[in-house]
């Protein structure tokens, strides 16, 4: 394939909204943001069987260059997303760059799938520098390959007024999808404990229940009702943001550890909530200064009742090193993060 061709590039995707999906939510803001020859290429059913159909749309629309994001919702536990990233380099009809938003979580199929596709790839893109340096230390991953890192940015905008510490009614919150492994357990159990010393505390969780959850979120509705948290699912970004910069303490206690990657955190950090969340081996040291630690056990019922005393001036500290975190190692904003896109396939290809 020539250099030379108008370029074309096509952003694949297995989720898009209204789709319950992180990595379908960050897809639609990068394609706000995208340059004239960007086309977005969503695809739900990834079956083997739908491979056909899929490479006929693709090579009907002609691109240069797909990125793909990767995972999403949609894609489940197919292999059709890697398959197409070996059709491209076998028949020379286009590029493929791998957009890979995790890698360590994943399986040991997905990932030994992404390590033999990595090979196929003319670059891939890493949403943290752990993640990538955890791929490539992957026996099978291309050491070959380019890689680059572009930080996320959080799905929620940032709300227009917010109130001081001491002014939000909202004392402690969870955000995020409503499904198992995102510290929602330990949340629960942690609040529980809580009740008892801070009976008339106003505690929320806010967030979504993804496709093939329901039965998890039945449970939480239940634990909700059972412990007087306020369960608010379904509202839009902007009101997300208003919730958000309404509420003191934001709860994470992901098990694995805070990352560059947890987009609830950002959401948080520039609503002016102080988070309290664990600190893990991927957590960057600049945003160490930004949060407070916590272990998700019932220790942390001290630790968020030491919080919710904070005046407005000492909750200042930390929202100032939230907005550093934010402002001095994340992009400008979306069209930062499209243009670093566009930087990282240009030179990939020349």
């Known amino acids: ?39 977005l ?9 739908a491979l056909p159909r899929i ?43 791998l957009a890979l938003h995790e890698f ?12 033999v596709a990595s090979h196929f790839s003319v670059s891939i893109i890493f949403t943290t520098e752990v993640e990538r340096d955890r791929a490539r230390a992957f026996k099978w991953f291309s050491s070959k390959v380019p890689t680059s890192v572009i930080g996320i940015l959080s799905n929620i905008p940032r709300a227009q007024s917010q109130p001081n510490f001491v002014g939000r009614s909202i004392d402690v919150a969870y955000f995020g999808h409503i499904r198992p492994n995102k510290g ?7 609040i529980a404990v809580m009740r008892t010393a801070v009976p008339l505390a ?18 939480v509705a239940d634990r909700c009702a059972a412990i007087g948290v306020t369960l608010t699912l379904g509202l839009d970004d902007e009101a997300v943001a208003w919730q958000l910069a309404d509420t003191k303490i934001l709860y994470l206690p992901f098990r694995d550890g805070v ?9 948080g950090l520039s609503n002016g909530a102080i988070v309290a969340t664990r600190i893990g081996e991927a957590t960057p040291t600049s945003l160490r200064p930004a949060v407070i630690a916590c272990d998700g056990t019932s220790e942390d019922v001290m630790i ?22 934010i402002t001095q190692t994340l992009p400008q904003d979306w069209v930062h993060v499209a243009a670093l896109y566009q930087e990282t396939i240009a030179k990939a290809i020349n």
């Open 184 to 190: 929602l357990e330990d949340f629960l159990d942690v």
């Open 104 to 115: 360590t979580s994943l399986s040991r199929k997905a990932q030994i799938a992404l390590a």
């Open 55 to 97: 490479v006929w749309r693709l090579f009907a629309l002609k691109p240069t260059d797909i990125v793909i994001q990767y995972p999403t919702q949609g894609y489940g536990w197919s292999l059709v997303p890697h398959i197409l990233i070996m059709i491209g380099w076998i028949t020379r009809r286009y590029r493929s760059v």
């Open 1 to 39: 394939m020539s250099n030379t061709t108008e370029q074309r590039i096509l952003i694949v995707s297995g989720a898009y909204p209204p789709d319950i999906c992180g990595v379908g939510d960050y897809t639609a803001r990068l394609m706000e943001a995208a340059q004239s020859n960007w086309q």
């Open 202 to 219: 106003h505690i929320a969780i806010i967030g979504e229940i993804p496709k093939g959850y329901e039965a998890f979120g039945a449970m």
């Open 304 to 325: 968020l009742r030491n919080a919710l005393a904070m005046s407005s001036d000492q909750a200042a500290i930390l929202q100032r090193e939230g907005h550093l975190y």
């Open 259 to 267: 990352s560059a990657r947890r987009g609830s955190v950002l959401a």
């Open 41 to 49: 290429f969503v695809e739900r059913d990834w079956s083997l069987s």
